[in-house]
Nanobody, 123 residues
Framework: QVQVVESGGGSVQAGESLRLSCVVS????????MGWFRQLAGKERELVAG???????TYEDSVKGRFTISKDDAKNTLYLQMNSLKLEDTAMYYC?????????????????WGQGTPVTVSS
């Protein structure tokens, strides 16, 4: 059974940093990719950063240069380092995993989700 648990969200001021963590258990075979998504109330969940099975990272345009996705295989943990946070980064952030080599671009292809961790950026 695959379990995904996020942590690290919180409230910060614009320009500050946060690091989100996501522990994934139960995924024992490759390939699998992982990603960080965010969602505002009433809006569709969007992929913020993805990590292919070979470690290739992709980012949504608005976070390029500010966010960094990384993984510690020894700890089964995915991270999202968020720097220079902006008001528009405020959202619920979700971690997800999928058994594909490349990050899927459709939400329905991500079967494993965490419960989400909130990020609030204020001025």
């Amino acid at each position: 059974q695959v379990q995904v648990v996020e942590s690290g969200g919180g409230s910060v001021q614009a320009g500050e940093s946060l690091r989100l963590s996501c522990v994934v258990s139960g995924v024992t075979s490759r390939p699998y990719c992982m990603g960080w998504f965010r969602q505002l109330a009433g809006k569709e969940r969007e992929l913020v950063a993805g990590l292919d099975s070979d470690g290739t990272a992709t980012y949504e345009d608005s976070v390029k240069g500010r966010f960094t996705i990384s993984k510690d295989d020894a700890k089964n943990t995915l991270y999202l380092q968020m720097n220079s946070l902006k008001l528009e980064d405020t959202a619920m952030y979700y971690c997800a995993a999928a058994r594909f080599f490349r990050v899927p671009d459709r939400l329905e292809r991500w079967p494993y989700w965490g419960q989400g961790t909130p990020v609030t950026v204020s001025s």
